[in-house]
């Protein structure tokens, strides 16, 4: 079967369309020619390439499945409600009627009555050892998305003696992970609808996450805890200076289940039924 992934930009079009793709043995192009979308036999559009693609697709009767993660304009529609958010997702689907669409939560998946592929973790990423004692606390990402939180971030962290890093060489240097969106970078969609690459690598490098609520956390259970208030940091940086802990966030990682390998076996069984289905 000669797969074709259109997509893998930055951040999470680079996890689910190059990494996957190469994992796959599929073919990735950002911008293919009308050669390589006659020669496949299935087309996987990754987040919005669906919709520049689609019709095109559709005329040549390929069989699509759409990876819908981060489909939607940002930061512009993150604020739409959860009826929004989900009429939003269906018009998509009715215009472009995929074969099969990916959601990058289960709560995504069931939105779009499709089947959940959860991120893979960093490509060779795996737990490193628990100091004793707490010196870093990291987050991984854009710092403007923190908006206030990052004010309180690295306030807790100072009276306590800790180091606040931002995008850390190596995530395993630090012994809390942060993630935390305000403001008009967070939103329903956000919420539900993300992937939760953040945990997921947390989990590899087993280090608890702190974070709002949200779908991928109850969905992936890292070692961690949520809080919705930044009052809240100071009990949850607290309880997780305990180094027995932080040492469960290595021991009870379930991490080796996200692996790029076991999400991309994971991937190949559900594009072969896709295109069972599709033949």
């Not at 490098?205 to 974070?211: N, Q, V």
Request: proline share 4%.
């Amino acid at each position: 079967m000669n797969v074709l992934i259109i997509g893998g930009g930055k951040e999470s079009g680079q996890v689910r369309g190059i990494q996957l793709g190469e994992a796959i043995g599929a073919r990735v192009s950002m911008k293919p020619s009308e050669t390589t979308l006659r020669w496949a036999d299935l087309v996987i559009c990754v987040k919005r390439s669906l919709f520049e693609y689609g019709d095109a697709l559709r005329r040549m009767k390929k069989p699509v499945v759409w990876d819908a993660v981060d489909f939607w304009d940002q930061p512009e529609q993150n604020g739409l409600t959860e009826y929004e958010a989900k009429a939003l997702l269906r018009s998509k689907i009715e215009k472009y009627d995929p074969v099969l669409v990916i959601g990058a939560t289960q709560a995504m998946a069931d939105a779009a009555n499709g089947v959940y592929l959860p991120h893979h973790s960093r490509p060779g990423l795996v737990a490193g050892p628990v100091r004793e004692q707490v010196q870093i606390v990291a987050y991984e990402g854009v710092p403007k998305y923190l908006g206030s939180w990052m004010h309180a971030i690295a306030g807790a962290c100072m009276k306590r003696d800790w180091a606040f890093v931002i995008n850390p060489k190596d995530l395993r240097d630090a012994d809390i992970i942060v993630a935390f969106r305000e403001g008009k970078y967070d939103g329903w969609m956000c919420r539900e609808w993300k992937s939760g690459v953040k945990i997921v690598n947390a989990m590899a490098a087993g280090r608890p996450i702190i974070t709002q609520d949200n779908a991928a956390f109850r969905e992936l259970s890292p070692i961690g805890t949520t809080v919705t208030d930044p009052q809240e940091l100071a009990a949850a940086f607290d309880k997780y200076a305990d180094q027995a802990l932080r040492q469960s966030a290595v021991s009870q990682s379930r991490s080796e289940a996200l692996t790029l390998e076991r999400v991309a076996a994971r991937y190949r069984r559900i594009l072969l039924d896709a295109h069972q289905v599709a033949a």
